[in-house]
């Protein structure tokens, strides 16, 4: 499947895409519960991470030609766009931290965490994904009320994502005993490894909905069109990326190991 131009066809695609994450979703969920197959659930987590990477987050733009008039919209938001994915790129470097510090510290065993409360959270922020893509979609064809009532979605998503894992994960598995100290001898690392993983992912969540709010305030005020929407693309490439980020802490905190 290429990327398509045409905004009933990338509307369709974005759909399709949607449609084919949710059953990587579903199959890792099976495969985690039925065979504990580590190296599958990674490859399904890496097929789910190529989709978002190519069709939600365009790395493809990259490579776009942006002509050679630096004074340009068009050039800038070339520029612009290599620097958002550097940064982004430095900060996987942190989440690739987290995860080897899970790894190490945790090896073969997980938190015991609510499964129920983890899909539907997964669930959840995926949703907001395909909703942060129908409002890119439709910004890129001049449609700004529709990229308004998308993005508002994605916001109600993202938020109900946040108060899911920070009030509610997080004060069921402090009731549990999942305590954040590394050096508590009844949880050992446990608590330490999920808080600061589930937490530095929070604050990111916390930070792409203020850029939500941001560019749907600018939508508002008129201005975004479908010539020049670079901050529309950037917060939803953002968006994403948080979304990517997840798809890796998933399987890492909920479905790989045994709980303990």
Known sequence: MTHSQNKSSALMQGVVIFVYLAVLTVIEYFIAVAFDAV????????????????????IYQLNADDGDDEHSYRYKTGTNRIGLWLFLLSDAFVFAGLMVMRANLLGMTRPHL???LGLVVTAVLLVSSFFMNRGETAMKHGDVKAFMNNTLVTFVLGLGFFLGVVFVEWRIAAHEGLTASFGNPSV??????????????????????????????????GVYSAEQHWGVEAAAVYWHFVDLVWIFFYPALYLIGTAV
């Not at 190296?39 to 365009?58: S, T």
């Open 114 to 116: 609510n499964q129920t």
């Open 188 to 221: 050992g690392p446990v608590g330490g490894v999920f808080y600061m993983m589930t937490g530095m992912h929070a604050f990111h969540v916390l930070t792409g909905l203020i850029f939500l709010g941001v560019v749907w305030n600018n939508a508002r005020k």
């Open 39 to 58: 190296p599958l659930l990674i490859v399904v987590a890496v097929i789910k991470a190529g989709l978002v990477v190519y069709y939600y987050m365009h």
